[in-house]
């Protein structure tokens, strides 16, 4: 589903992503774990196009879109669930799920996906700025389902959310991947958050996938101080 | 941007529009209606930049050169042809095309808002410059000479379509512009509440966010820019229609700069709010005019200021939450 070699990025002469190698089949669930600033969201930014990749290949559903503009990735079918949120603070909550869109979408589908996040529908006439970070994080994830991706990249969707919602957000991504049957990428710190959902995981060190866990390797201590530092 | 509200309000105002329209010529006198004709035209050009920069987000320095691009094209097309009709269709098509190419440049340039700023201003001033300099016989397009700076009198004005002689009187010349302005009021109102609308507001919040969720940016700019060409260009053809005149003036940077005022007075991300911002202005600059007082670009500098420090909202957004502070 997605193909991604030898992906290098940099932001002005600073090289952030050094040859990334990541393959994804369709329907499965990869986790990406990583500390801060190794590179995680650049990663994403790339497979958007968001960032432009200075060398390798980018292929999904059989297409090579590394040189595809974002918006033509995300008309293809690419989603993205970006770190911070980002929903339109100024939009409504219905008119931030209808921008999700693009031309696929229809009202239908807004009442689809509100049966997913019964918590948006009283809000649904609110301004999407005055929602809580983790009511904004469900927005933003139904915003992208709006646009009926056949791929979702999820960037830290637990950063600064409250327990009780990162228990519903587990539920939603869950759901995402067993009954949607979506594909799903998912960089995050959070380990148990990754260890609960992912199929296998990833661990990026300075812009190169270093090395692939099972799920339960997360949990042993030794693994953790090891990669994570944590 | 569909609320129950909005479209309350914006049914009001096309009420009153309607109404204005069609109760002002039974009250005031020739000079009065010839005045709310030309406050009418300039209420369609500020409409034109309340709609590029109050929603699309696009800081256009230089509106008045799509403005004054609509009115040459009015007067030379109507003197060549001796007819109105398609002069008008091609005061509306020509600054549209042209704002199409110039937008094309900038949006696809990927050129950021302040050189945006400064290219649209730029453009304006090489009009104004380039037009002052067509004093002499040399300078004309078939049978109109473009006279420079001063100007190009005696205009063919509106005549009844497929009819060259019958020319519209003063009323029905202030029913059509005032027509024209309920038209561009109302289309703008369901462009904005239609899909695109929201694209475009949704761009001028977060632009990268809008691209991730498969929205060609660039595209979308490019349009709003090209109609809010195209609706200062009607504004331009009805204003030299008004005076059966046009100089260089409609590109100086005092039309310019006074578009911006109305918008920012009115208030920046509505539609009524331009219209009234223009309207105070111009009632102010007509009254200051006519009294001699005081200069017209000092009072206007000083309101300027005074609402981008005490109202930065502008007026009609002001009130809007006062209202439902209320
Ligand atoms: N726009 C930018 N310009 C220059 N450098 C940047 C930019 N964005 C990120 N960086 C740098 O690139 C590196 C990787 O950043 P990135 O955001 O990909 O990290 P991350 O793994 O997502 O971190 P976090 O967990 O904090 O979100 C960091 O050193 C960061 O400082
Ligand atoms: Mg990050």
């Not at chain 2, 060259?164 to 005032?178: K, N, S």
Request: hydrophobic residues 50%.
């Amino acid at each position: 589903m997605l193909s991604v070699t030898d992906l290098h990025a940099r932001y002005g002469r600073i090289p952030i992503l050094n040859g990334i190698r990541l393959e994804v089949a369709a329907g499965e669930f990869v986790g990406v774990l990583g500390h801060n600033g190794m590179g995680k969201t650049t990663l994403l930014k790339a497979l958007m196009g968001f960032v432009p990749a200075q060398r390798g290949r980018i292929l999904f559903d059989g297409v090579d879109v590394t040189h595809e503009p974002p918006y033509a990735r995300a008309r293809r079918g690419l989603g993205y669930v970006p770190q911070g949120r980002e929903i339109f603070p100024g939009l409504s909550v219905r008119d931030n799920l209808r921008m999700g869109f693009v031309g696929r979408g229809t009202e239908e589908r807004v009442d689809a996906i509100l049966q997913m996040f019964p918590r948006l529908i009283p809000l649904l006439d609110r301004r999407g700025g005055t929602l809580s970070g983790g009511e904004q994080q469900l927005l933003a994830i139904a915003r992208c389902l709006a646009g009926h991706p056949k791929v979702i990249l999820f960037d830290e969707p637990t950063e600064g959310i409250q327990p009780s919602i990162i228990e519903e957000l587990v539920a939603v991504l869950r759901r995402l991947h067993r009954t949607e049957a979506l594909t799903i990428v998912l960089v995050e710190q959070n380990l148990e958050f990754i260890a609960e959902l992912a199929q296998r995981v990833l661990l990026i060190q300075k812009g190169a996938i270093l090395r692939e866990l099972e799920p339960e390797e997360l949990r042993q201590a030794g693994v953790l101080s090891e990669f994570v530092g944590v | 941007m569909s609320g129950r509200r909005w479209w309350k309000g914006s049914i009001l105002t096309t009420a009153a529009m309607v109404l204005i329209a069609l109760g002002v010529p039974q009250v005031v006198d020739q000079f009065g209606l010839l005045q709310l004709t030309v406050f009418a035209a300039m209420c369609i050009l500020a409409l034109s930049l309340g709609f590029v920069w109050g929603y699309g987000g696009i800081l256009c320095f230089g509106q008045s050169a799509f403005f004054g691009l609509g009115a040459y094209t009015y007067a030379v097309t109507a003197i060549n042809l001796g007819e109105s009709t398609v002069a008008t269709l091609l005061a509306l098509v020509v600054p549209a095309v042209f704002a199409a190419l110039l937008g094309y440049f900038m949006f696809y340039g990927r050129l950021s808002d302040v050189y945006l700023g400064v290219i649209t201003l730029s453009v304006t001033l090489i009009f104004f410059n380039l037009m002052n300099s067509t004093a002499g016989d040399a300078y004309r397009v078939g049978k109109a000479r473009l006279n420079g700076f001063n100007g190009m009198p005696s205009l063919p004005t509106l005549n009844v379509p497929g009819d060259p002689g019958r020319l519209l009187d003063p009323a029905e010349t202030f029913y059509l512009v005032m027509a024209c302005l309920v038209i561009v009021y109302v289309g703008l109102h369901v462009l904005l509440a239609s899909h695109f609308g929201r694209v475009v507001v949704a761009i001028r919040e977060n632009e990268a966010r809008c691209e991730l969720l498969g929205y060609d940016v660039r595209l979308h700019k490019l349009l709003v820019f090209t109609i809010g060409g195209g609706i200062a260009g009607l504004a331009g053809c009805l204003f030299a229609n008004w005076g059966a005149f046009v100089s260089p003036n409609v590109f100086s940077l005092t039309m310019t700069s006074q578009i911006i005022i109305w918008v920012i007075v009115g208030g920046l991300g509505t539609l009524l709010g331009p219209i009234i911002g223009c309207l105070i202005m111009q009632y102010l600059a007509t009254a200051l005019g006519t009294q001699q007082l005081a200069n017209t670009s000092l009072v206007f500098g000083v309101i300027f200021l005074a609402f981008v420090l005490l109202v930065p909202r502008g007026i009609v957004p002001s009130l809007r939450r006062l209202a439902l502070r209320a």
